[in-house]
């Protein structure tokens, strides 16, 4: 887990969370394409961009309360 203290640690996670984010939303956007198909997993994906999206939100909190 990384440290509220160590902002070279943060902008590190903060990349790997933003790209999964990106991912998770590329993957809602496929889902989206793909409806009616695929129906079923809309709980499942649109979960995971949910959760992606919230910790990128707190890792940027968290940066900023570092940095300042």
Do not use: F
Request: hydrophobic residues 50%.
């Amino acid at each position: 887990m990384v440290t509220v203290h160590d902002p070279d640690a943060l902008k590190a996670e903060l990349k790997k969370v933003s790209a999964a984010a990106m991912k998770a939303k590329l993957d809602l956007h496929d889902l989206s394409e793909d409806l009616p198909v695929r129906w079923e997993a809309i709980p499942e994906i649109a979960k995971a961009a949910y959760d992606s999206y919230l910790t990128l939100q707190a890792l940027r909190a968290a940066l900023g309360s570092a940095t300042t």
